[in-house]
Antibody
């Protein structure tokens, strides 16, 4: 079945870096755009970034632009989120989601999430 | 700064009908915003319900429907069930900025 599994979360000090991974299975990963979405504790959902199916285009929320980098390895069916210069406000559960339909605008399948805590 | 606005909370009786809306501070929401709707229950991952305004996923119950209503995206639940009690989020696509924005969520209580 179609599945996304995130990993790489943890506790990190402010200013440090962390890389999240999202392993995809059950579908042709290289045919889909992929998103990262986060949710701070007790808060709503926040869209973070998208990468096109072939990695040719990447777009970010203003809150993470210049600090986070989305990437993918289609040979490994894996999506990544490199997070640098982490701040307390980046503390959240991070979900990867598959983008389908026109312009990958339909986020249909979601992973279970991985939790990032930024704290000294 | 663009803001997507949803009703903070709504209450509906079992078997009733309720409509949740999603507005953009930039103006009327059109099909070009490709509205999505998601359901999230406490402690669970968001579940996709509607995409591109009114299209249902294969797992979306028939009682959920999406539309455009008065310049907003709308999610209507007809014949509400107790298990529909959840937080509902809309998501809009801003093609000019290649940006997606979630609404703040609507907490739906079935009472």
């Amino acid at each position: 079945q179609v599945q996304l599994v995130e990993s790489g979360g943890g506790v990190v000090q402010p200013g440090r870096s962390l890389r999240l991974s999202c392993a995809a299975s059950g579908f042709t990963f290289s045919n889909y755009g992929m998103h990262w979405v986060r949710q701070a504790p007790g808060k709503g959902l926040e869209w973070v970034a998208i990468i096109w199916y072939d990695g040719s285009n990447k777009y970010y929320a203003d809150s993470v632009k210049g600090r986070f980098t989305i990437s993918r390895d289609n040979s490994k069916n894996t999506l990544y989120l490199q997070m640098n210069s982490l701040r307390a406000e980046d503390t959240a559960a991070y979900y990867c989601a598959r983008g389908t339909a026109e312009r990958a605008t339909a986020l249909d399948v979601w992973g279970q999430g991985t939790t990032v805590t930024v704290s000294s | 700064q663009t803001v997507v606005t949803q009703e903070p909370s709504l209450t509906v009786s079992p078997g009733g009908t309720v409509t949740l809306t999603c507005a953009s501070s930039t103006g009327a929401v059109t099909s070009g915003y490709y509205p999505n709707w998601f359901q999230q229950k406490p402690g669970q991952t968001p579940r996709a319900l509607i995409y591109s305004t009114s299209n249902k996923h294969s797992w979306t119950p028939a009682r959920f429907s999406g539309s455009l209503l008065g310049g907003k995206a709308a999610l209507t639940l007809s014949g509400v069930q107790p298990e529909d009690e959840a937080e509902y989020y809309c998501l809009l696509y801003y093609g000019g900025a290649q940006n997606w924005l979630f609404g703040g969520g609507t907490k739906l209580t079935v009472l």
